[in-house]
C-alpha cells in the first residue's frame, strides 16, 4: 500500500490530505484483492474509480456535448497515461458513431517537460525538466489498437499520438495537415511555452461555437497556462465557465 500511496502523492498537487493519499493506496490494494477476472473488475468499474475520477469524466463528457455539431478535430495538448484522448475516442464512438472525419489528436513528449520557464515559477517540485514524465507512448498505442477493434468504422483511424515537443510539433503537424480544423482543444500542457504555442497556433484554426477547455487555469501550484492565456487570448476577452461538480476544469466557447 505505500508504493501506491507514494506513486500517487507524486502526480497530485498539495491539496491532498493524507487520508486522500491512504483512500487511494487502499483503492489498489481492493482491486488487487477484490473478486472477479480483470475484465469482470472493468465492467464493475464504479467500485474501483476513485471519486474524484467520476467528476472528470462528466465534465469532459458535457464539453464533447458542447461540439457535437462542430465540425474538426479534437486537439488534446498534454495526453499523460492517455485517459483524456481515450474518453474523447469512446464519447465520439458513442455519440457520432459514424463521424469518420472526427480525428483526436494528442501531443506530448511522453518524457515530461522539455523546458520549464520563468514564468512557471511555484511552490511546485514537479516544475522542471522532465518532470511527470511518463513514458506512456507505446502502451496507449496498444490501447488505442484494442479501441478500433470494437468500434464502429474501426478500419478509419481515429485516435493520433504526435511525440515530441510541442513547441516544434505542433507546427509540423500544421504542416503536414493546412485542412485541420479545430473543433476543441484542450489545454493540459501544465506550463509556459507549450501552452503559448498551442494557442497561438491552433487558435486560429477554431471557427465559431469551437471550444477552449483549460485544466490548470487559475491553479496556483501551475502558474505558466494562466500567463500563456493572458498573454495570447486575453482573460478579459473570453467567458469562462465551470462546472459546479468539478473545481479544476474551465472552458470558453469561441464567439
Not at 483512500?23 to 474501483?48: C, E, M, T, V
Not at 496498444?142 to 474501426?154: E, S
Not at 510541442?166 to 511555452?193: G, M, Q, R, S, W
Request: hydrophobic content about 40%; overall charge negative.
Amino acid at each position: 500500500m505505500k508504493d501506491t500511496r507514494e506513486q500517487f502523492s507524486m502526480q497530485n498537487n498539495a491539496n491532498q490530505r493524507s487520508a486522500d493519499l491512504d483512500y487511494y493506496a487502499s483503492l489498489g490494494h481492493y482491486w488487487d484483492q477484490s473478486i472477479g477476472s480483470n475484465l469482470d473488475k472493468l465492467r464493475a468499474f464504479p467500485k474501483y474509480v476513485p471519486f474524484g475520477e467520476f467528476p472528470k469524466f462528466l465534465a469532459k463528457y458535457e464539453i464533447f456535448k458542447k461540439i457535437l455539431t462542430v465540425q474538426g478535430a479534437i486537439i488534446e495538448c498534454g495526453v499523460h497515461q492517455g485517459g483524456g484522448v481515450m474518453t474523447w475516442g469512446i464519447l465520439s464512438s458513442i455519440f457520432e458513431p459514424v463521424n469518420h472525419i472526427r480525428k483526436i489528436v494528442g501531443f506530448d513528449t511522453f518524457e515530461g517537460f522539455a523546458s520549464v520557464s520563468e514564468k512557471d515559477k511555484a511552490d511546485n517540485e514537479h516544475a522542471m525538466k522532465g518532470g511527470l514524465a511518463v513514458d506512456s507512448y507505446e502502451d496507449i498505442k496498444t490501447a488505442i489498437k484494442h479501441y478500433d477493434t470494437f468500434r464502429p468504422l474501426g478500419h478509419i483511424s481515429k485516435i493520433e499520438l504526435v511525440k515530441g515537443d510541442a513547441c516544434v510539433t505542433i507546427a509540423e503537424y500544421l504542416d503536414k495537415n493546412p485542412h485541420l480544423v479545430v473543433a476543441l482543444l484542450y489545454l493540459d500542457f501544465d506550463v509556459f511555452e507549450p501552452t503559448k504555442e498551442a494557442i497561438l497556433l491552433l487558435r486560429k484554426r477554431m471557427p465559431k461555437g469551437a471550444v477552449i477547455v483549460f485544466d490548470e487555469l487559475y491553479i496556483k501550484q501551475w502558474p505558466g497556462e494562466t500567463i500563456a492565456v493572458h498573454e495570447t487570448l486575453g482573460i478579459n476577452n473570453l467567458r469562462i465557465e465551470r462546472f459546479p461538480f468539478h473545481p479544476q476544469i474551465s472552458y470558453a466557447v469561441l464567439d
